[in-house]
């Protein structure tokens, strides 16, 4: 029997509708479903994966049973076990472990936004540990806890033609990275004669070629940067006095703070014209402006908070924040939230202390957590609890090599890549080995799959239903149903966190038998059906703005959910947690120790800073490069420069180059591109996933041109544990062979 069923696309965050053509429970084509959202015709025009989900939904290089690793680890000899063979067994080993080392004992580790997270986050609390490794220090989290300290909750972009007067694009490049949905309204803003565009990257991107202004940033100097445009926009008088006297909380000391970084230090230290510093300053100012943040400011090292504090203070002195056509403060969801489907509750006081970021990590960690909870829970709401304090890599692999503070012996893997995407893959491996158990849950046999001891099968798109929410900060949940059941033996990460909590006494806690039953539940305070919304495919309800100004229950307006009742500028929260009450650039991190540097340099290398992970269609991190169309037109990792650079370091198209640090080398290919003429540009995630199943001892090539070889996720940045991979330094030669 032929049946037509909606559905929808996981490569990227966008979630695509489809509609599949089903047959005796296999998806014989897939067409875009126009009646649902999201579609666009643009978008899909624009995207090169979609025609890629037949193949990935049945793809020969799938794991469609649970397997077992036989052999030594690392070895790449499997044996396929039963469901109830591998989860009775994963169970015994974890209640082992815990009764021999504590509840510490078991981590995880999180990628980017591929699957649902909170089922993992549920098994860990309910398990008992804190030791989620996420990558939330160095994406999403430092603008949402440096929104939240200033603002009392987090703000969302709101671009209105005809309103906002100016757009910023600061380190963020969504022609690349957001397979085109936001970079279709940064082409129309392009267009917009009364909307300027201004673009702060230190490359030429395509957002900084159709930009009025490009700010070719030094990396790492952000924060300066925007110190810089508040002398200016103070200097000249041009806050929104009305409200900065009604609204904000500590201006005069933050113009004594930014009076010695004129725009002619800031363009010495940036490395950007003065006037142009002082034209940007003065768009900032004038009418409403929008601006988009991203990784480029979110993996600088220990600027990153106070990088975001001086763009909040931007926002805040010009009248730009929950105002229509700059950003609107974001609602909570009408339906449950992220945090109550953690039960991050039931964790007990005695499991909490065995957090690790604490106290590195004031803010990143229970207790930061609980300062900043006290005062949103003035509008009613929480954040992502397990995310917003997700255990520091650094932290956990210490206890993973030396059993300090306890001994960390397990891991779950979910959905990420670490031997690939995780900083210092050196690190990552050798603490990895040392495990007494690993369980990879993932589509394929990764090279961090590789040194499992289990890797459980799991359902993707168009097998799994999709509610995508965003953390609880805004009222929006979208995707849709599975199309089919899951192929061979796959199962959901639900299914499987289920299972195995059932099995470790976790029962009471998953009364949902299905991820779609458990969409469901969630969806319930909105008096839809799951059926209302696979029908519909979002839940969607605006945020209003100026929401400060309504009434209270003494009919005073609500202001800000901070400290003060006002925006901080001067943070009243933040010294209590031993960071700094106004905004100051922090240090680079540097991972050339002086002998290696002297000694490489000898040899003809040249001591650069670079990037890395720029983010480039049509490959996401690890993912897709074994597809063959994608390498034809993109067949391995490269170096870029500019032309004028690259003359100076001798290289020219197509050599081959070495890259060194402190922590490891890799080699790539060297290509010219636009871009600021001191700093290179470092691809990052590749491996060679067409040469089959990785095993030891290359693991499908991650010592070659995995760029994560040369990084170090020691926390740089004080208050959330962040680490860098920008704006660090490294050695590059050619190679002659
Ligand atoms: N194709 C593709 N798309 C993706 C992903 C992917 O791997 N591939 N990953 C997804 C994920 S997990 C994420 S988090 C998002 C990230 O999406 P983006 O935030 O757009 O990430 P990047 O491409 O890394 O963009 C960072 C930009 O910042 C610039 N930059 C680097 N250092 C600095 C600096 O010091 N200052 C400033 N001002 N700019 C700097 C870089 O040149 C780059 O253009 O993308 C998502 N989308
Ligand atoms: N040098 C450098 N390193 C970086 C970054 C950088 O800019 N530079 N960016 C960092 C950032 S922001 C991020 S988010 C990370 C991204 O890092 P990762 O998330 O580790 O990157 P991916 O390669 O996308 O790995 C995803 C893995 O999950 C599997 N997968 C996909 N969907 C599912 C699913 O539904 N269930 C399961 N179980 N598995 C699934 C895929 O097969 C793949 O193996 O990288 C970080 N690392
Ligand atoms: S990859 Fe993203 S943009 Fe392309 S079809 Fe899939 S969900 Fe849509
Ligand atoms: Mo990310």
Known sequence: MTEIRPTNCHFCGYCCAFLATVEDGRVIDLKPDPTRYPYDERILAGCRRWRMNLDV???????????????????????RVSWDEALDDIAARLADLRDRHGS???????GGPHASFWPLHRFMNLYGSPNNMGIGQI????????????????????IRFGLTNALFIWGTNPAQSDNSAFWQTIRAVGADENMALVCVDPR????????????????????????????????????????VDEWCHGFDELAEHVKPYTPEYAAEFCG??????????????????????????????????PTHRAICCLRAITGNVDRAGSCIMAEASDFTSEVEFELTDLMTPEQRALCLNTPYAPLQCFDGYELVRA??????????????????????????????????????VNATNPLLTYADTNRVFKALMGLDLIVVLDYYITPTGAIADYVLPCAGAIERPIFQIHGGVANMGYGGPAAVDPYYERKTDYDIFRALGQRLGQGDHWPDETLADAFATQLAPTGWTWQDYCTIGIYHIPPEPEKFLKPDADGKPQGFATTTGRIELASELLPQLGGQRLPEQGAFMRLCPPDLVERL????????????????????ASMYLENPKFRASYPCGVVEASPTYAAELGLSDGDTVKLTTGQGEARFTFATAKMRDDIINVD??????????????????????????????????????????????????????
């Not at 049973?65 to 044996?79: H, T």
């Not at 994406?139 to 709101?158: A, H, L, Q, S, Y």
């Not at 992502?384 to 397990?410: F, I, K, N, Q």
């Open 684 to 737: 990052y995630g590749w491996w060679r996933p067409e040469d089959g199943a990785p095993h030891a001892p290359d693991f499908g090539g991650i010592w070659e041109s995995n760029v994560n070889t040369l990084t170090s996720c020691k926390m740089q940045e004080p208050l959330i544990g962040t680490w860098a991979y920008n704006a660090i330094d490294c050695l590059i030669q050619k190679c002659e062979d």
């Open 375 to 412: 005062q949103s829970e003035k509008l009613g709401r929480r954040l992502p609890e397990r995310y917003m304090t997700s255990a520091s890599p650094d932290l956990v692999l210490r206890a993973m090599e030396t059993g300090d503070p306890y001994r960390v012996s397990a891991l779950i």
């Open 204 to 243: 030429f991107t395509q957002i900084a070629a159709l930009a009025d202004i490009w700010l070719p940033v030094r990396p790492g100097t952000d924060c300066t940067l925007a110190l810089a445009m508040l002398n200016v926009i103070i200097g000249e008088q041009r806050e929104d006095r009305a409200f």
């Open 601 to 620: 340099t000898a040899e003809g290398a040249h001591h650069v800073v670079m990037l890395t992970g720029s983010r480039k269609q049509p490959y996401n």
């Open 139 to 158: 994406c999403w989290n430092p603008r949402i806890w440096m929104d939240v300290i200033t603002f009392g909750w987090t703000i969302e972009v709101d």
């Open 104 to 110: 510490g004992t078991l981590a995880s580790m999180i």
């Open 57 to 79: 939904l049945d793809s020969p290089r799938r794991v469609n049973y649970p397997i077992r690793r036989v052999g030594q680890r690392g070895s790449g000899e499997w044996q």
């Open 272 to 305: 950007v014209d003065a006037a142009d510093i002082v034209r940007a300053a003065r768009l900032f100012a004038e009418g409403r402006t929008a601006l988009v943040s991203g990784r480029g400011i979110d993996q600088v090292g220990e600027s990153v908070a």
